[in-house]
Each structure stands twice: as C-alpha cells, then as structure tokens.
C-alpha cells in the first residue's frame, strides 16, 4: 500500500470515525483479529484494534450508539457528548494509519483526521437537529439506519479501495458541510425573536 492509498485511507477512516467511531474500530478490530485484513507493514500500528478488551469495549460502544441513535432527541444529546470523543478518535486512527516516524507527518495526519471527523460529526449533528424538528420517530430511525448501512459500507470500501472511499469521503464532506448551512440557519428561525402579534381591533 503506496503513500497515497494510505493518506486515503486514514481521510476516509476519519471521517467515518465522526459519524460511527464505535462501528469503525469495532469492524476494523474484528477485521484484523481474524486475518481478514492482512496488515502492511505501515499499518502494523492499527494491531491494538484487534486486541479483544478493545474489539469488546468497541463492541459495547456499538450496541449502545445503535440504540440511542434512534431515538429521538436522545440521540442528539448523544452528539453532544461525543463532539470531542469522535474528532479525537478520528485523529487517533489517522495517526496509527499514517504511522511515519516523520514528526511533521504525525501532526499533520492527526490533525487532519481530528478535523476530517469534526466535519462528519458536525454534519451528522446538523442532520439531526433538522431531522429531530418532525414530531413522528420514523424519520429518525430511517436515517440513523442510513448512517449504519453507509458507514459500514464505505468502512469495507476503504478497506478494498482507499482511494475511491476517499473520493466518495470528499461528496460526504460537502455534503455535511451543506448540512452544517442549513442546520444553522433552520436554528436561527427557531430561536429568533418573534414580533409582537398584530392585535385585531373591531371598528367602532
């Protein structure tokens, strides 16, 4: 695996971090400890995954995400609670991805995934606060569902081809950066003050 395929792989691995930190580590770590993922030597980093105290607390982690993400408005206070753990993790994978004993490589790929999944993260948030603002669950449930089969998805594609997973980790930015816009302006119009209502005088 070039340089490129590994810097592709560390920006697709982050962003799905921001969205599903959980899910991320736990297939990875699975994906490892059976052999289904054979480690180049740049990668001999990422083996703590595949440690079973990790894959279990990232299994449990899993479970826990699945449930309160699909309900309403505990998901979103969910977000909140991982608005630095998902960016950190993000930026951890990316570190143990890249893993160059060039110092100036190290910083960059762990700030780069710490930003690359506090956009995702972010946008997800965003989608949330919008999805939230519709009284029945349904919604919610179908696009927490989404989230699950795309990040699991996009997961095995950087596995099979990091550079196409990250081309298609560039539309997810885009799109969540769009998601961010709307989110905030959708907040604005909710918080905003509202006039005084026009009282209906009756003529004499």
Do not use: C
Not at 160 to 173: C, R, T
Request: charged residues 10%; neutral net charge.
């Amino acid at each position: 695996m070039g340089p490129v395929e590994l810097i592709s792989l560390a920006a697709s691995t982050s962003l799905l971090a921001g969205w599903r930190l959980y899910l991320v580590t736990l297939v990875t770590g699975i994906a490892m400890h059976f052999g289904w993922i054979a480690l180049p030597e740049k990668l001999h980093a990422l083996a703590i995954l595949a440690n079973p105290w990790v894959i279990g607390a990232a299994a449990i982690g899993t479970i826990a995400e699945f449930f309160a993400d699909k309900v309403q408005f505990v998901d979103s206070a969910w977000d909140t609670v991982h608005s630095v753990i998902r960016p950190l993790g993000g930026a951890l994978l990316a570190l143990a991805i890249v893993d160059s004993g060039n110092p100036t490589w190290q910083v960059l790929s762990f700030l780069l995934g710490g930003g690359a999944a506090l956009i995702a993260h972010t946008g997800k948030a965003g989608a949330r606060a919008l999805v939230n603002a519709s009284p029945e669950p349904y919604s919610n449930i179908a696009v927490s569902t989404g989230e699950d089969v795309v990040t699991t998805g996009l997961m095995a594609m950087a596995i099979a081809s990091p550079v196409l997973a990250a081309i298609v980790s560039g539309f997810i930015v885009l799109g969540s950066a769009w998601l961010v816009f709307k989110a905030r302006r959708f907040l604005k119009r909710m918080l905003a003050p509202r006039g005084p209502e026009m009282k209906n005088v009756t003529p004499s």
